[in-house]
């Protein structure tokens, strides 16, 4: 039986930009969180492409036909509707999916589009913590903030960061003060560049001023990629019966995971 005040911890995946590798961050992180005995469910909020679906059901048929008993969270997909009468019910119907699940879980992730949608704006609503992960280019730091290169100067925030400031502003409207947004590197290119440094000083200094922490993050590692065609995850080479060694790439991998966890949950 669930306890009724028992709530999870909502924790949405979220830029208004794709390719940052936001599904990736997602698996790893529930994996992270079922490995250390929470409860964890999963919601693809970007249905129509469903990369964290695919990831998801890559790690059930790996482990269907290898016999193999990994970790794998329960997993809800919401599909956007073609029909812009329908929005309404399919909010109700989200609203309803997650008070349902909340009591049930320790911890619930969401995935969101690339693109800003009624869902991608939907599933901000119900965030505890949020995660937005950006790649080391002056592309993605625009999401942010509006940047004068020449004087380091902040001049406008960025569109995301207009967006997420709303979304505070109507999470503290409903009672919830605090949120707690993270900005973490994701798909960072191995070699330090004057770019690179750039990006990363910027997002350091301007946390303070629009509310989110900046922790570094995650390395670009082809093992990503070739571990998601199985639905694995750098933290099950060493789970029994999978026989699997562990390069260098892999426990480095491991380690930025950890990391980046405990950076988003200490």
Not at 193 to 209: A, D, H, M, P, Y
Request: net charge positive.
């Amino acid at each position: 039986m669930s306890d009724k005040n028992h709530h999870a911890h909502i924790i949405v995946i979220g830029n208004e930009k794709g390719g940052t590798g936001k599904s990736t961050i997602a698996m790893h992180l529930a994996i992270k969180l079922l490995n250390e005995g929470f409860s964890v469910a999963t919601i693809d909020f970007d249905g129509r492409q469903g990369s964290l679906s695919k990831y998801i059901q890559n790690r059930k048929n790996f482990c269907t036909q290898n016999n193999l008993h990994l970790g794998i969270p329960e997993h809800y997909i919401v599909k956007p509707s073609s029909d812009y009468s329908k929005i309404p019910d399919d909010l109700n119907r989200i609203h309803n999916l997650i008070m349902d699940i909340r009591n049930q879980y320790d911890a619930i992730i969401i995935d969101t589009p690339g693109n800003r949608n009624y869902l991608f704006e939907a599933a901000h609503q119900y965030a505890d913590t949020l995660i937005t992960p950006l790649s080391d280019s002056l592309v993605d730091l625009g999401a942010i903030a509006d940047i004068d290169i020449a004087t380091s100067r902040v001049k406008t925030p960025g569109h995301y960061a207009d967006f997420v400031w709303e979304v505070k502003k109507s999470l503290a409207s409903n009672g919830k003060s605090y949120l707690n947004w993270i900005v973490c590197g994701n798909k960072i290119s191995p070699t330090r560049s004057r770019n690179r440094e750039f990006v990363f000083s910027q997002l350091e200094n301007i946390g303070k001023t629009y509310g989110f922490r900046f922790y570094h993050g995650l390395k670009d590692r082809v093992i990503y990629k070739e571990l998601f065609l199985e639905g694995l995850t750098v933290l099950d080479m060493n789970q029994p019966g999978l026989n699997r060694r562990m390069s260098t790439s892999h426990l480095a991998a491991k380690i930025e995971i950890k990391n980046l966890a405990e950076f988003i949950c200490p």
